[in-house]
Each structure stands twice: as C-alpha cells, then as structure tokens.
C-alpha cells in the first residue's frame, strides 16, 4: 500500500490584483501542499476550513479533480479570500473575515485521517489561538506517523507573534520535522532564520530552513546538508507557491522513504529544482522541471 499523507492547514481562494485585473485561484497553503503531493503521485488527504458557498464548491472541486480526500471543517462565515497584489512579484496580502477566524473543529473523520497517516503535515495554522494550538498538539500526538510543521505565519492574520512563536517551540515536543522560511523567522522572532536555527534545534531534531534565493538547508543530528537555489532572477515570474512546493517535494521523500532514510542532498536539490519550476510561471500550483 503507498504512503499517505494527511495535511492540516489553510485552504481559501486567492485573489491576483495586477496592472491586468483580478484573477481568482483555488489555493492556501495547506491546499497547495496537499495538490503538490497529488501531483508527485502521494496519496493525500486535506483537513481544512471552508464556507457552505460557491468559494467552497471550487475548492471541492478541485481537491476531487487531483484525486484527493477532503475532510473540511464547514464555518458559517464562508470561504476564506486572500487578496494578494504583486509588487515585482512578491505578494502582498489582505484576508477576508474567516481568514481571520480561523478554526477546525477535528471531528471524528479528521481525527481519522490524521491517526492513520503516515505522514502528517501542517502548513499554515492559527498558533497564536490558544484553543486552536492546544487541539492540534492533542490531535498530532496521536498521530502514529511523522509529524511535520510548516507554521507559515502570516502578517495579515498574525494576532500576538510572540504566542505564535512560543505555540512552535512548544509543538517542538511531538513534530518530527520543522520547516522554517526567513520571512517565517523574521515575522515571528525578527531575526532571519539562519540566526535562529541553533535555538531551536534544542526543540527539533529536523529543521528544513528556507531562505529564497539564498536557497535551503537542512539541519539534521550531527550534521547540515544545504542546496543553492536553481532558479535565474530572469525566470522568476510569481514566488507565491515557492515555500509549498518545497515542503511538498520534501514531503512526498519522507514519505516515501521515511524520516530517517532520506538522502538530503538528492532531496534538497530535487526541491530546488521544484521551486524554480514552480515559480517561472503565475500562482502556487507545483510544477516539475
């Protein structure tokens, strides 16, 4: 039987303003790992919120078109929206009201899901919601399978940073792997995230560390294993699905392979490969090179 993952996080329409108009894609954090799993052939099922409303109807159509399970938590509040406008192709976000009441109730189903995983992982969650925090840890402790975490802070939805911050060092207990980005470390703790990899590595066996074109490492038991980034600046045309489509190349390995037997050099360039395929075109969908 292959390997499932189950992946717990954000799924919402994102919206693209530019100098041509708006355009409106299914996407999220959570979601954009989970279809990135899809894509690299890995069973996958998604645990994430959404509305009762035509928003919602998109993402369940399109979490059926890649073949994935869904098991969403319904909010009366409706599908979350997160309006991001380029700037020489970074996004800059604003989110809509459910964005920023996030919540999932892990009912049975969910709790299924994450239980008998083989792999799960985390991408974008409401940490610094005290109840919100406090159900995944129970939830993640039960799972029997690696545990991954990519906390994926963002400003718009950030309520207290330092409680977010706090809510990953204490996860540091049950998450096997930890995937941290500069922009994560500088939000949460104001220091990039090379500066804050010693700190938690006394939390974390695993940290996966990504710093854009800087590229990415891995900071392992006794050793660190690094990759340059592959993409030219004059391929970069959007980087919003750069951090997901690492954490899903990442991913799809330990799952394949486990936790302890993936070969990081191999791993760590295939994801860069991943990522400069994935941002020489618009939106977050993962791309092979």
């Known amino acids: 039987m292959s ?7 954000d799924a919402l329409i994102d ?5 041509r108009g708006t355009l409106r894609f299914v996407g999220g954090s959570a979601l954009n790992v989970a279809t990135g799993l899809c894509i690299l052939g890995v069973p996958t099922t998604l645990v994430a919120m959404i509305g009762d409303d035509a928003d919602g109807a998109l993402i369940r159509a399109h979490v059926a078109g890649y073949g994935m399970e869904f098991a969403p938590t319904l909010t009366p509040l409706g599908t979350g929206v997160a309006r991001s406008e380029r700037r020489d192709g970074e996004p800059h976000y604003s989110f809509s009201e459910p964005m920023l009441h996030r919540v999932l109730d892990f009912d049975d189903t969910q709790r299924r899901a994450i239980e008998t995983a083989d ?4 991408s974008g969650f409401p940490l610094d919601d005290e109840g919100q925090a406090g159900l995944l840890a129970e939830v993640l402790e039960a ?3 690696v545990v991954a975490l990519d906390p994926n802070p963002r400003s718009g939805m950030l309520r207290d940073a330092a409680a977010f911050g706090r809510a990953v060092e204490q996860l540091g207990g049950t998450v096997d792997l930890l995937k941290l980005g500069d922009d994560d470390a500088l939000l949460l ?3 990039p995230v090379a500066s804050v990899i010693d700190a938690l590595r006394h939390r974390y066996t695993h940290i996966l560390a990504t710093e854009g074109s800087n590229g990415a490492s891995a900071h392992l038991p006794g050793r660190q294993v690094s990759s340059p980034a592959l993409a030219s600046a004059g391929g970069v045309v959007d980087t919003m699905g750069a951090g997901d489509a690492v954490f899903a190349s990442v991913l799809a390995e330990v799952a394949t392979a486990g936790l302890e037997a993936v070969e990081w050099h191999a791993t760590l360039h295939r994801a860069m490969g991943v990522a400069a395929a994935t941002i020489a075109h618009p939106g977050a969908l993962l791309r092979s090179p």
């Open 3 to 9: 390997p499932r993952v189950t992946v717990i996080g």
């Open 15 to 19: 919206e693209l303003v530019d100098e």
């Open 119 to 122: 792999v799960v992982a985390v």
């Open 143 to 145: 799972s029997a399978g």
């Open 189 to 191: 703790y104001g220091r």
